[in-house]
């Protein structure tokens, strides 16, 4: 009520758990050496909409200024960012940001995101420092039942070379292997092209499972130097996970980017029991192409509200109430610090004991201010 379809409000543990996940994010970050960046809400909308970056204008939340320019509510980091940095200089960068990106094909329109951008960073330090990031943030979540899906551009990218395509197949194309309808695929591909070429694609529909599915294709594809590059590029960044701990990869090198901006390696983190993706992110070294310079840029964003709703506190704080009144307000402002490492509210006696851990009674006994304390043992501890 009283909210444009999609808005909500939020309370209690569900924005508690969001602002404790953001604080570790925040805190792995520093601790990898990532500075912060934070770009506004409201951009043009040509920022997202230029040749460069090619978002569609329709899913985003956007209004007329005065002077009749389209804006927008932000839909991506990945690109205000690009904006923001344009004019830095040249030399190894790594970001971290975290907030809100605005999307209407989502049924939220609001979702939550932290991110990583690494610029000018050799390609395979870029995609790996992105996934060991996010394997030892989700690690620091205690979230470790999860898949890191590698997948690359190119590779779909170089084979529809060999086809005569226009934009509306091409999109018809890049659907239906996103789709995974292999007899779509291929049928598109006939009509536009050679039984050759065809017939690959609609394998690559299926080229996907664990690692072992790269070297599968290195023999597949032996003959094409190009292809050869993007798997071994894709096989190194795998290792690099493997032995880093986090083993539990999947390939997929039929995968279609889902961003226009890509033009490289991809990978998205999946949760085994929901199969809700967690982070997604990938290279993007032409977004810069708009502001003039071809950076190396690689990263990725976490989806904070799925993390949210997986957090746990790792040793909830006990909760202390005083019960106070307006006379033992001083007195119980005091007493509130001798409870150190636990939440000590102050409250009236009408306050919901079945809360808290320990009540603490303020007694005024001849002039003198004692303190009365009592555990409850069976504590719900739901508000
Ligand atoms: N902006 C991307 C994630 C990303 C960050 N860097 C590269 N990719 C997204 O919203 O999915």
């Given at each position: 009520?009283?909210?444009?379809?999609?808005?909500?409000?939020?309370?209690?543990?569900?924005?508690?758990?969001?602002?404790?996940?953001?604080?570790?994010?925040?805190?792995?970050?520093?601790?990898?050496?990532?500075?912060?960046?934070?770009?506004?809400?409201?951009?043009?909308?040509?920022?997202?909409?230029?040749?460069?970056?090619?978002?569609?204008?329709?899913?985003?939340?956007?209004?007329?200024?005065?002077?009749?320019?389209?804006?927008?509510?932000?839909?991506?980091?990945?690109?205000?960012?690009?904006?923001?940095?344009?004019?830095?200089?040249?030399?190894?960068?790594?970001?971290?940001?975290?907030?809100?990106?605005?999307?209407?094909?989502?049924?939220?329109?609001?979702?939550?995101?932290?991110?990583?951008?690494?610029?000018?960073?050799?390609?395979?330090?870029?995609?790996?420092?992105?996934?060991?990031?996010?394997?030892?943030?989700?690690?620091?979540?205690?979230?470790?039942?999860?898949?890191?899906?590698?997948?690359?551009?190119?590779?779909?990218?170089?084979?529809?070379?060999?086809?005569?395509?226009?934009?509306?197949?091409?999109?018809?194309?890049?659907?239906a292997m996103h789709d995974k309808k292999q007899d779509e695929v291929y049928q598109i591909a006939l009509n536009n092209g050679d039984k050759k070429t065809a017939e690959e694609l609609a394998a690559?529909?299926?080229?996907?499972?664990?690692?072992?599915?790269?070297?599968?294709?290195?023999?597949?594809?032996?003959?094409?130097?190009?292809?050869?590059?993007?798997?071994?590029?894709?096989?190194?960044?795998?290792?690099?996970?493997?032995?880093?701990?986090?083993?539990?990869?999947?390939?997929?090198?039929?995968?279609?980017?889902?961003?226009?901006?890509?033009?490289?390696?991809?990978?998205?983190?999946?949760?085994?029991?929901?199969?809700?993706?967690?982070?997604?992110?990938?290279?993007?070294?032409?977004?810069?192409?708009?502001?003039?310079?071809?950076?190396?840029?690689?990263?990725?964003?976490?989806?904070?509200?799925?993390?949210?709703?997986?957090?746990?506190?790792?040793?909830?704080?006990?909760?202390?109430?005083?019960?106070?009144?307006?006379?033992?307000?001083?007195?119980?402002?005091?007493?509130?610090?001798?409870?150190?490492?636990?939440?000590?509210?102050?409250?009236?006696?009408?306050?919901?004991?079945?809360?808290?851990?320990?009540?603490?009674?303020?007694?005024?006994?001849?002039?003198?201010?004692?303190?009365?304390?009592?555990?409850?043992?069976?504590?719900?501890?739901?508000?």
């Open positions: 009520m009283f909210l444009p379809a999609g808005s909500r409000d939020e309370m209690g543990p569900a924005v508690s758990n969001r602002f404790s996940v953001m604080e570790k994010f925040r805190k792995v970050a520093v601790l990898r050496g990532y500075e912060q960046i934070s770009t506004p809400v409201v951009e043009y909308a040509s920022t997202f909409t230029n040749e460069h970056v090619d978002m569609k204008l329709q899913n985003m939340l956007k209004w007329f200024n005065s002077e009749g320019e389209i804006e927008v509510l932000r839909p991506d980091w990945t690109t205000s960012i690009a904006r923001a940095l344009s004019s830095q200089e040249h030399k190894p960068q790594k970001w971290a940001y975290q907030g809100s990106v605005f999307n209407t094909d989502r049924p939220g329109v609001e979702y939550h995101q932290a991110g990583i951008e690494i610029l000018h960073m050799p390609p395979l330090m870029g995609e790996s420092e992105s996934l060991l990031m996010a394997h030892s943030f989700l690690k620091s979540l205690g979230i470790t039942d999860y898949a890191i899906e590698l997948g690359h551009t190119e590779l779909y990218e170089s084979l529809i070379q060999g086809l005569d395509l226009k934009s509306e197949d091409a999109e018809r194309l890049r659907q690559l529909v299926d080229a996907y499972g664990g690692i072992e599915v790269i070297t599968e294709y290195e023999e597949r594809w032996k003959e094409r130097k190009d292809l050869l590059d993007m798997l071994a590029h894709l096989k190194k960044v795998a290792q690099t996970l493997v032995e880093s701990g986090a083993n539990d990869i999947l390939v997929d090198l039929g995968r279609v980017k889902n961003l226009p901006y890509y033009s490289g390696m991809m990978y998205r983190g999946f949760l085994k029991k929901t199969g809700a993706v967690c982070f997604s992110g990938g290279r993007y070294d032409k977004l810069y192409d708009r502001y003039g310079g071809h950076v190396s840029a690689a990263g990725l964003a976490f989806d904070v509200d799925v993390l949210a709703e997986l957090y746990k506190e790792e040793s909830p704080m006990k909760k202390v109430c005083i019960i106070a009144n307006p006379e033992s307000l001083v007195y119980a402002e005091k007493l509130r610090q001798t409870y150190e490492g636990c939440i000590v509210d102050v409250q009236s006696e009408t306050a919901d004991l079945d809360y808290y851990d320990k009540i603490v009674k303020i007694k005024l006994i001849d002039g003198k201010y004692e303190v009365f304390e009592s555990e409850t043992d069976d504590r719900t501890n739901q508000r």
